[in-house]
Each structure stands twice: as C-alpha cells, then as structure tokens.
Nanobody, 124 residues
C-alpha cells in the first residue's frame, strides 16, 4: 500500500501563489507517475499536472499552462505543485495521485492511490 499526504493548501488572493506538496509513504518502490487533480464544487475531478518518475513526461492542463509547475523529489518520494498567478477558478479540492508501472501500462494488476485532498481557495 501507498499513502499520500498533501500539504500547503489554504486561502490566497487572486494573483498570489501557493505551493502544494504530496509525500508518498509505504511501498513506493513501484510508483511511476504522480500528479495532481482538482475538483471544484459541482464539477468533475480533472487532471492538473502529472510527472513520471524520471521526469521525462509531464502533463499540464491547458487551463494552468504557464502558471503552474509540477516537480518531483524522488529521494523523498514527494511531488510539488507550484501555483502562480492564481485565479478564483483555480479554487477547489486538490488531490494527489500516484500510479504504479502496471497501472500506467494499463494492466489489470495495476494500482493507483489517492490522497485525501486539500482545499485551495482563491479570493477575488
């Protein structure tokens, strides 16, 4: 099992910045992709950003391109989401996600994991 613990959420004014972190513990040896999803009230959960173990593949949602940066510290099994130029529409619950190699390759035995989520509120 893998546990994911998010930190860094809170309330910030529009135009400000926040950095989220997500630390993975447990059987992390097989984890490849880690990322962030967010969910606003009444909306579906959406991918914000993700990064593979070696950093060779990163995905950033179009809505945050140029404003958010995802990074990874493999020595500490931690990923970060640097969020700049925040907008009210960036508000929501942010969830950390991790997937093992089998999951990334679409194998039935693959596993993925979710953090409990952390609230980000951008005031206008």
């Amino acid at each position: 099992q893998v546990q994911l613990v998010e930190a860094g959420g809170g309330v910030v004014q529009a135009g400000g910045s926040l950095t989220l972190s997500c630390a993975a513990t447990g059987n992390t040896y097989n984890i490849n992709t880690m990322g962030w999803y967010r969910q606003a009230p009444g909306k579906l959960r959406e991918l914000v950003a993700s990064i593979t173990l070696d950093g060779s593949s990163r995905k950033i949602a179009d809505s945050v391109q140029g404003r958010f940066t995802v990074s990874r510290d493999n020595a500490n099994d931690t990923i970060y989401l640097q969020m700049d130029s925040l907008k009210p529409e960036d508000s929501g619950d942010y969830f950390c996600h991790a997937a093992d190699w089998s999951y990334d390759y679409g194998l039935d035995a693959g596993k993925d994991y979710w953090g409990k989520g952390i609230l980000v509120t951008i005031s206008s």
